[in-house]
């Protein structure tokens, strides 16, 4: 069965501090990976996909097959980076089974 | 990328009522999702719906609890009927953003059943 797991459900960092946001994913073929951000009273984003490999507002992630893992980091954490992270997999429908959400809290 | 409008983006209803939440996206689209978000939970998918062919359904969700239309390929409603308190959850409209497998999300309907 096709399921994300994001064990925190709340990360509390002070500014400047480095930020992992863990997600491990349950899928037996190739896996599409993204987290989506969700800052306070807007809608839910994307942050950034799997197949880019990109840096988005300094975050990255990287597809980790052998543990199953994609887990989100920042080496330094400001403060309008509090929200709400969702990692999602891609669904066989095309729709994306979300994680429970993990909020992050960056104090000044 | 997609623009998407849904109405009402909250409303209280009283238990036993129904309440059709639209979504209006800017562009043509060949899938829709509804999902659901209860308090403090993670999104649940509810229904694929697709233009010209009945909605398809999720374990645990049935068309005559969440009946959908899907009358063309800019606009799609969800129908939560005979409302009770568990309903309460705030109910979002996603669209592909083809071949990318990204996602675009309304800004949800917030719904609070009396």
């Known amino acids: 069965a096709q399921r994300v797991t994001q064990p925190e459900k709340l990360l509390s960092v002070f500014k400047g501090a480095p930020v992992e946001l863990k997600c491990n994913y349950s899928?037996?073929?190739?896996?599409?990976l993204f987290w989506y951000v969700q800052y306070s009273r807007q809608r839910l984003q994307l942050l950034l996909r799997h197949i880019s490999r990109e840096s988005i507002k300094g975050f990255t992630a990287d597809l980790n097959k052998g543990e199953t893992s994609f887990h989100l980091k920042k080496p330094f954490a400001q403060e309008e980076d509090s929200a709400m992270y969702y990692c999602a997999l891609g669904g066989s429908q095309g729709n994306l089974i979300f994680g429970k959400g993990t909020k992050l809290s960056v104090k000044p | 990328s997609a623009v998407i409008s849904q109405k009402p983006s909250r409303d209280i209803c009283q238990r036993g009522t129904s309440l059709t939440i639209q979504c209006q996206v800017d562009?043509?689209?060949?899938?829709m999702f509804w999902y659901r978000q209860q308090p403090g939970q993670s999104l649940t998918l509810i229904a694929t719906?697709?233009?010209?062919?009945?909605?398809?359904?999720e374990s645990g969700f049935v068309i005559d609890k969440f009946p959908i239309s899907r009358p063309n390929l800019t606009f799609s409603t969800l129908t939560v009927s005979n409302m009770s308190p568990e309903d309460s959850s705030i109910y979002l409209c996603s669209v592909d953003g083809s071949y990318t497998g990204e996602l675009f999300f309304g800004e949800g309907s917030r719904l609070t059943v009396l």
């Open positions: 719906a697709n233009q010209g062919s009945e909605a398809t359904y």
């Open positions: 562009s043509q689209v060949t899938m």
């Open positions: 899928y037996s073929g190739s896996p599409e």
